[in-house]
């Protein structure tokens, strides 16, 4: 498989599961990233993992629990989320910060009820 | 801090006819330009960006922007579209990355729904 894959590719929750959302990219870049994607707002940069370092935590609530174990593989730990936390969660990775060309897998709708 | 604006939220065209996708944006350090564009239920794919050099930057698809430095702007070209160009467009822009331990995150635009018509 190539470029960068998401799971699941829809996820239904109640406000007291425990899930995870998985990204994996296939193209040996050292960046990982997590995007918020709302309905009319901008995409909200949650997380940046760089050479499995977390460097950006975008004051997510502690609800959202990242997990980087290799430069390869983003987790998105999800606990007693709440209904506003209904989005399209996008994983997506780069060689390296600074100007460089970010690679988008194609998201997890998820839907808190 | 950066931030972009992206001043149609929906652009419906033609097939066949010119469109202009404008964005504008606001920093008080020098920045990287970017374009991206979402097709339904997938991620989002660079179309173009500018990093330095030439002001005119071309892209995938037939696509091109010209950096504005005096007015702030991106603004996404193309001279004839098709239906396939429908989407979503998205104006993005970042630091340079050395400025007080910056790592050029970017910051998007709200984006710009393209609705080509037959």
């Known amino acids: 498989e190539t470029g960068v894959t998401q799971t699941p590719r829809h996820l239904v929750m109640g406000m007291t599961n425990k899930k995870s959302l998985k990204c994996e990219q296939h193209?040996?870049?050292?960046?990982m990233y997590w995007y918020k994607q709302s309905a009319k707002k901008p995409l909200e940069l949650m997380f940046v993992y760089n050479f499995k370092e977390q460097t950006e935590n975008n004051s997510v609530p502690s609800r959202f629990s990242p997990e980087c174990p290799n430069s390869s593989h983003l987790f998105l730990h999800l606990h007693t989320l709440q209904p506003e936390d209904s989005a399209l969660y996008l994983c997506?990775?780069?060689?390296?910060?600074?100007?460089?060309?970010?690679?988008f897998g194609p998201g997890t709708r998820l839907l808190v009820l | 801090a950066q931030s972009v604006t992206q001043l149609d939220s929906q652009v419906p065209v033609f097939e066949e006819a010119p469109v202009e996708l404008r964005c504008n944006y606001s920093s008080s350090v020098s920045v990287y330009l970017f374009w991206y564009v979402q097709y339904p239920n997938q991620g989002l794919q660079l179309l173009l960006k500018y990093l330095s050099g030439s002001t005119l930057v071309k892209g995938i698809n037939g696509f091109e922007a010209e950096f504005n430095k005096s007015q702030t702007s991106f603004h996404l070209r193309k001279p004839s579209v098709h239906i396939s160009d429908t989407a979503e467009y998205f104006c993005?822009?970042?630091?340079?990355?050395?400025?007080?331990?910056?790592?050029?995150?970017?910051?998007f635009g709200k984006g710009t729904k393209l609705s080509v018509k037959p």
């Open positions: 993005a822009v970042s630091d340079r990355g050395n400025y007080g331990g910056s790592q050029g995150n970017l910051i």
């Open positions: 997506a990775s780069s060689q390296d910060l600074v100007g460089e060309t970010q690679y």
């Open positions: 193209l040996g870049h050292n960046a």
